[in-house]
Protein backbone atom coordinates (compact mmCIF):
# COMPACT_ATOMS: atom_id res chain seq x y z
CA UNK A 1 0.00 0.00 0.00
CA UNK A 2 3.11 2.21 0.75
CA UNK A 3 3.88 2.02 -2.89
CA UNK A 4 0.81 2.59 -4.07
CA UNK A 5 0.98 6.17 -1.97
CA UNK A 6 4.43 7.25 -3.29
CA UNK A 7 3.52 6.60 -6.82
CA UNK A 8 0.02 8.79 -6.04
CA UNK A 9 2.17 11.66 -4.29
CA UNK A 10 4.53 11.38 -8.07
CA UNK A 11 1.64 11.76 -9.85
CA UNK A 12 0.06 14.34 -8.47
CA UNK A 13 3.35 16.21 -8.30
CA UNK A 14 3.88 16.04 -11.77
CA UNK A 15 0.15 17.68 -12.48
CA UNK A 16 1.83 20.62 -10.33
CA UNK A 17 5.84 21.07 -11.08
CA UNK A 18 6.72 17.93 -13.61
CA UNK A 19 10.33 19.20 -13.15
CA UNK A 20 10.58 18.02 -9.56
CA UNK A 21 8.64 14.86 -9.33
CA UNK A 22 10.89 12.28 -10.56
CA UNK A 23 13.53 14.20 -7.73
CA UNK A 24 10.68 13.51 -5.68
CA UNK A 25 10.10 9.99 -6.48
CA UNK A 26 14.22 9.07 -6.63
CA UNK A 27 14.02 10.52 -2.79
CA UNK A 28 10.98 8.75 -1.20
CA UNK A 29 12.56 5.54 -3.20
CA UNK A 30 10.45 4.25 -6.24
CA UNK A 31 11.94 2.19 -8.63
CA UNK A 32 12.19 3.93 -12.14
CA UNK A 33 9.54 2.69 -13.95
CA UNK A 34 7.18 3.36 -11.39
CA UNK A 35 8.59 7.02 -11.21
CA UNK A 36 8.86 7.54 -15.08
CA UNK A 37 5.24 6.33 -15.31
CA UNK A 38 3.46 8.24 -12.54
CA UNK A 39 5.25 11.29 -13.50
CA UNK A 40 4.51 11.03 -17.49
CA UNK A 41 1.33 10.16 -16.75
CA UNK A 42 0.22 12.83 -14.45
CA UNK A 43 1.93 15.22 -16.52
CA UNK A 44 0.29 14.32 -19.85
CA UNK A 45 -3.19 14.84 -18.17
CA UNK A 46 -2.26 17.84 -16.16
CA UNK A 47 -1.34 19.41 -19.72
CA UNK A 48 -4.25 17.89 -21.29
CA UNK A 49 -6.67 19.45 -18.71
CA UNK A 50 -4.29 23.11 -18.64
CA UNK A 51 -4.73 23.03 -22.61
CA UNK A 52 -8.43 22.77 -22.79
CA UNK A 53 -8.85 25.15 -19.82
CA UNK A 54 -6.33 28.16 -21.27
CA UNK A 55 -8.99 27.78 -24.59
CA UNK A 56 -12.04 28.59 -22.25
CA UNK A 57 -10.11 31.36 -20.64
CA UNK A 58 -9.09 32.49 -23.53
CA UNK A 59 -12.26 32.66 -25.51
CA UNK A 60 -14.07 34.18 -22.06
CA UNK A 61 -11.24 36.96 -22.75
CA UNK A 62 -11.88 37.27 -26.04
CA UNK A 63 -15.66 37.59 -25.24
CA UNK A 64 -15.14 40.19 -22.55
CA UNK A 65 -13.42 42.75 -24.60
CA UNK A 66 -16.08 42.72 -26.84
CA UNK A 67 -18.85 43.18 -24.21
CA UNK A 68 -16.77 46.18 -22.36
CA UNK A 69 -15.03 47.61 -25.71
CA UNK A 70 -11.77 48.18 -23.55
CA UNK A 71 -10.39 49.76 -26.29
CA UNK A 72 -12.13 52.58 -25.94
CA UNK A 73 -12.13 54.10 -22.56
CA UNK A 74 -15.01 56.11 -21.42
CA UNK A 75 -13.25 58.26 -19.02
CA UNK A 76 -10.01 59.79 -21.35
CA UNK A 77 -7.03 60.89 -18.97
CA UNK A 78 -4.57 62.77 -19.64
CA UNK A 79 -0.93 61.76 -19.21
CA UNK A 80 2.09 63.79 -19.66
CA UNK A 81 4.12 60.79 -20.07
CA UNK A 82 3.20 57.33 -21.73
CA UNK A 83 3.67 54.35 -19.77
CA UNK A 84 6.30 51.63 -20.97
CA UNK A 85 5.74 47.61 -20.62
CA UNK A 86 7.39 46.44 -17.64
CA UNK A 87 9.44 43.11 -19.15
CA UNK A 88 10.39 40.95 -16.19
CA UNK A 89 12.96 38.28 -17.49
CA UNK A 90 10.19 35.62 -17.21
CA UNK A 91 8.34 37.78 -20.16
CA UNK A 92 11.88 38.69 -22.25
CA UNK A 93 12.17 34.50 -22.35
CA UNK A 94 9.00 33.46 -22.89
CA UNK A 95 8.94 36.06 -25.93
CA UNK A 96 11.99 35.45 -27.57
CA UNK A 97 11.13 31.38 -27.19
CA UNK A 98 7.96 32.06 -29.69
CA UNK A 99 9.77 34.42 -31.97
CA UNK A 100 13.12 32.60 -32.37
CA UNK A 101 11.93 28.80 -31.90
CA UNK A 102 8.20 29.10 -32.37
CA UNK A 103 5.98 25.91 -31.40
CA UNK A 104 9.11 23.47 -30.98
CA UNK A 105 10.56 25.54 -28.31
CA UNK A 106 7.53 25.91 -26.32
CA UNK A 107 7.10 22.69 -26.49
CA UNK A 108 10.82 21.39 -25.73
CA UNK A 109 10.89 24.19 -22.83
CA UNK A 110 7.80 23.98 -20.82
CA UNK A 111 8.41 20.60 -18.50
CA UNK A 112 11.86 21.95 -17.82
CA UNK A 113 11.99 25.88 -17.77
CA UNK A 114 8.37 26.53 -17.98
CA UNK A 115 5.89 24.88 -15.69
CA UNK A 116 2.97 22.93 -17.48
CA UNK A 117 0.02 25.78 -17.19
CA UNK A 118 2.36 28.37 -18.45
CA UNK A 119 3.17 25.78 -21.39
CA UNK A 120 -0.49 25.14 -22.12
CA UNK A 121 -1.16 28.57 -21.74
CA UNK A 122 1.42 29.75 -24.71
CA UNK A 123 0.59 26.83 -26.76
CA UNK A 124 -3.39 27.22 -26.50
CA UNK A 125 -2.82 31.03 -27.23
CA UNK A 126 -0.45 31.12 -30.06
CA UNK A 127 -0.71 27.51 -31.65
CA UNK A 128 -4.33 26.80 -30.70
CA UNK A 129 -4.60 26.27 -34.93
CA UNK A 130 -1.75 23.87 -35.12
CA UNK A 131 -4.07 19.87 -35.07
CA UNK A 132 -0.85 18.24 -34.29
CA UNK A 133 0.54 20.60 -31.04
CA UNK A 134 -1.35 18.89 -28.40
CA UNK A 135 -0.30 15.24 -28.90
CA UNK A 136 3.49 16.35 -29.71
CA UNK A 137 3.36 18.31 -26.47
CA UNK A 138 2.60 15.13 -24.59
CA UNK A 139 4.94 13.13 -26.57
CA UNK A 140 7.94 15.99 -25.23
CA UNK A 141 6.33 15.64 -22.25
CA UNK A 142 7.23 11.43 -22.03
CA UNK A 143 10.37 11.74 -23.71
CA UNK A 144 11.48 14.34 -21.55
CA UNK A 145 10.43 12.58 -18.30
CA UNK A 146 12.24 10.12 -19.79
CA UNK A 147 15.50 11.59 -19.35
CA UNK A 148 14.64 13.07 -16.52
CA UNK A 149 14.14 9.84 -14.64
CA UNK A 150 17.76 8.63 -16.01
CA UNK A 151 19.17 11.90 -14.93
CA UNK A 152 18.16 11.41 -11.69
CA UNK A 153 18.57 8.07 -11.12
CA UNK A 154 22.33 8.11 -12.44
CA UNK A 155 23.36 10.80 -10.31
CA UNK A 156 21.37 8.94 -7.34
CA UNK A 157 22.43 5.53 -7.59
CA UNK A 158 25.05 5.07 -10.20
CA UNK A 159 22.71 3.14 -12.65
CA UNK A 160 19.59 3.07 -14.46
CA UNK A 161 17.83 0.08 -14.19
Not at 17 to 46: M, Q, R, T
Not at 62 to 79: F, G, Q, Y
Not at 82 to 92: C, D, E, W
Amino acid sequence: MTAFLKIIQVFFLAMIKYFYAPIYGVAIGLDFWENFVAAAIGGSIAFTVYYYFAGKVVAFFHWLAEVTDWKRPKIRIKRKKPRNRIFIKRNRMVVKLRKNYGMWGIILMTPVLLSLPVGAFLLRKYYHHEKKALPIMIAGIVVEGFFLCIIYYFTAHGRVF
